[in-house]
């Protein structure tokens, strides 16, 4: 087997088709199937399975996946770090994966600063949940991730660098303005209808665990809808649809110009930290780790405490 195998095998199994992979590899998909059909030959096990609509791997070409790309990761590392993209006039980049939350509300400000300090680095953005993000960082296919959640994620190393706080945002209506002045306890959300961000999302995860310490379970939710989009549901809260469980930092402006109402989780700050990720069995790029130090710079924890 050589790297050009291993790399059309890896593009495939990612992408899911031949002819995407053929496209990102710059080759035609005769030379990647080709490629693949001698790995298999090479290695005596299908690796792919193929049908009318897209591939999915086997269970040997799962196996095989975890090895190949590391493999073709550490070459494109090597690469980077003796230049060899620079000499053919490639720009080595890397790839920044980001939950909804610090990806809209603090990334952009990270990357205005980065990019007065580095104008020559190259980046990626890719948006996710914070469950995907921790898959893309755990298989390198991000170098660094920012997640609203520490999620199990294998060789993953979680590092906390902004502490951002879980509200309740209700309709600005005379119902909830009777309520927050009150200042009953919370056990009230348990009969409204709750708008609740995607499974997956690190605010509904850390938002559960909040509320099952105040002795709120879930199962006592009325959740009529889940949504990706926290500016769907502020829109959703502010014309009376619901109630929800966002961060203090995506209902800032909402709550600011009193098209929603905040309530407290509880008589403490309900707080859940924003960690940035990376795998810790590999090493970070020259670009990935100045990102890294850039973050902890801005928002040094021990402040925050």
Known sequence: MNLKQLEAFVEVAEKNSFSKAAKSLYLTQPTVSAHISALEKELGSRLLIRNTKEVELSESGKRLYEYAKQIVLLTAQIEQ?????????????????????????????????????????????????????????????????????????????????????????????????????????????????????????????????????????????????????????????????????????????????????AFSLGEERSTREIYAVYNKNFQLSAGASRFLKLIHKMYPVSEQK
Do not use: H
Not at 119 to 124: A, G, K, L
């Open 81 to 261: 770090e003796f230049g060899k993209k620079e000499k053919r006039g490639e720009k080595p980049y890397f790839t920044i994966a980001a939950s909804t939350v610090p990806a809209q509300y603090l990334l952009p400000n990270i990357l205005m600063r980065f990019r007065s300090l580095y104008p020559m680095e190259q980046f990626r953005i890719l948006e996710s949940d914070s469950a995907r993000v921790v898959e893309k960082v755990a298989a390198r296919r991000a170098d660094i991730g920012l997640t609203g959640t520490d999620a199990a994620g294998k060789y993953c190393e979680f590092v906390p660098f902004y502490e951002d706080e879980l509200i309740v945002i209700t309709p600005n209506s005379v119902k909830y303005q009777n309520r927050k002045q009150s200042g009953s306890a919370l056990e009230w959300i348990a009969g409204e209808p709750m708008l609740l961000r995607e499974e997956g999302s690190g605010t509904r995860k850390e938002a559960m665990k909040l509320l099952q310490r105040a002795g709120i379970e879930e199962s006592k939710l009325q959740v009529i809808a889940s949504i990706e989009n926290p500016e769907t549901i502020k829109r959703s809260v502010a014309s009376g649809m619901g109630i929800s469980i966002l961060s203090a930092l995506s209902a800032q402006d909402a709550v600011s110009s009193g098209q929603v109402l």
